[in-house]
């Protein structure tokens, strides 16, 4: 069946405009960060470790904030990402450690359905519970890291327990472009088109717009819910293997506070916290500049105990700006309404 | 997984109770024995109560007192509970005393819990050495200090000095900006490079939380940051892997020496691939060693705790009793690309 093609009015390509604008203004401001550090200290950008590291970095928490992103816009949160991250990292270990030999890609395949169904745990009791999402991920935050610690307690898993060849898929590059990079960018762009061209993605939109007009309208809302968290908890998982692949230790507290992060980048990324509007896209490129400002404030000579306070200001500084930005909008659509009427 | 985890518990606590019945009749047939010597030794039973088992580092101090106490021919035993938790040892040390060994080295878990149940031991005749981890100082005879401050921080100095040749730009990587261990050894550090390598610049401290992906990417920065940085310390175990595993995988890989506190298992891979030329940490063998010897010395009367009486520890040499019944085991560890294939904790 063809998609109904709607009359592009003033109003809906205003509305495109401005979420171009957002993502536009993220990867201005993500740009001006890399360029003062590189200006501050040529080694940022370009340096072979400066390169790799300015890819590698966010390319995790891209993942998280892709599945976080497509949480957000069914007018939901999920806050126990970092844990799932956690646990998925964990496990991950333990299945090089225990089953000695066991292929990499069965790794992969069982962590992300591993994390999969911690989502659905979560999506079940949101979609079937009605509880909201804020109070159950931030119970399930709390207990999936009880678990791991419970599982792990105060062992670890080495690096030297994990084999050569998955370590070096966490540093590894294909043509100067981090391997960890590449298959973050993989998801993100399916995940991209999804949201943007299929039913199943405009439906995660309409849901968070209207929950309510969504159900009248027929839509399967708690299927959607249900698909929007174990996306997200998959997605986690994914990272764990990843940060597993990456960082090669792993304690009890792998991942914790992550899931700020992820949200962090979201909100940045312009998706909006009550649903509805934002792109993948945003998230991602908000999960992107989020890190590397982190690492380019030690460059700009800013002491680390300022550092974490800085990140502050600069996320509540881009939810005002786009505060302001959305009212100016706002009132710039009525008055496009108006003219043409 | 659980279920696996669960069995594995089983399993502990079965060879525990194995265990435990086994250093039962040993214990038996150890006074028996020694009566007949007649030498008025005293019964050279001693059992190790470590904060919980399975810990790597514990199997590895189990090892040592092994050695010692079968060098001169006691009888070794080693109990305790699965959890470190603060009281679960008191069960442990209430049974020991009923049994009536001759001594229980203890690392204890919390310095006040199992005082009283260290007292009894006490009055009953049992002598009572902690060792890695101490209790309250009059609950126990002796406590066997694994390394002080100074020693803790001018070892890690020394080894950076001599790996960077003296001179040029180094930085810390420590635990948390709080972190009370952490920053007694970063003061010290800085008195001691301040007097004795003034050609040695420390440029920067950050730190890393003791969180593997924070410490990694505070490495990342500070490499960056630092263009000129010849070396960095981290003296916690969790920053000094984050480091390695950082380092090993960076174009600064053998031109930025690093050096900390670590453990062997943690390091042995970038020892091996030639991040981390050496590192340092006491030796938890040397320490179940030395406090064998030091519950020997007790059992047989040849010194009571206090201070400025001295003991002799078989390979160690000799040891003396500082103020608050501690002996200190001396200078940590440097454990290097030779002997790390030695230990497994």
Redesign the interface.
Known sequence: MTAPTIEKSDVTKRLRAVGAAREFGILIALLLVILAATVANPNFLFSSDGWRDLLLTPSILVLLAVGQAIVIITRNVDLSVGSVLGLSAYLTGRLFIDLQGIPMVAVFLIVIVFGGLLGLVNGALVAFAKVPSLVITLGTLYAYRGINVLWTGSDRVNASDLPKEFLALGTGQILFIPILTIIALAVLVVAGWVMKNTRAGREFYAIGSDPAAAELYGLRVTRRLLTAFVLSGALAGLGGVLYAARYGTISSQAGSGWELDAVGAAVIGGVAIFGGSGTVWGAALGGVLLLTINRALPILGIPDFWQRAVVGVLIIGAIVLDRILAIRQKRKLLEAREDES | ??Q??HRAGALAALAVSVALLATGCAVDSGSGSSEGDGGGDGDLSITFVPKNLG?PYFDTSSTGAKEAIEEFGGTFAEVGPA??TPDAQVSYINTLTQQGVGAMAVSANDPEAICDALNEARDAGVKVVTFDSDTNPDCRDLFINQATAEGIAKVQVDLIADQIGGAGEIAILSAS?NATNQNAWIATMEEYLASDYPDITLVD???GDD???TS??KT??????H?DLKGIISPTT?GI??AA?YLS????KGKVALTGLGTP??M???VEDGTVTSFALWNPADLGYLASYAAKALIEGDITGEEGDSFDAGKLGEFEVGADGVVLLGDPFVFDADNIGDFDF
């Open positions: 997984m659980f696996k985890k810990n959890e470190a900006a401290t950050v730190y969180d593997d992906q990694f990417d990342a920065a500070l490499l960056q940051t263009p969790v892997a984050a595993r995988t960076s174009e600064y298992n943690q042995r891979e970038y």
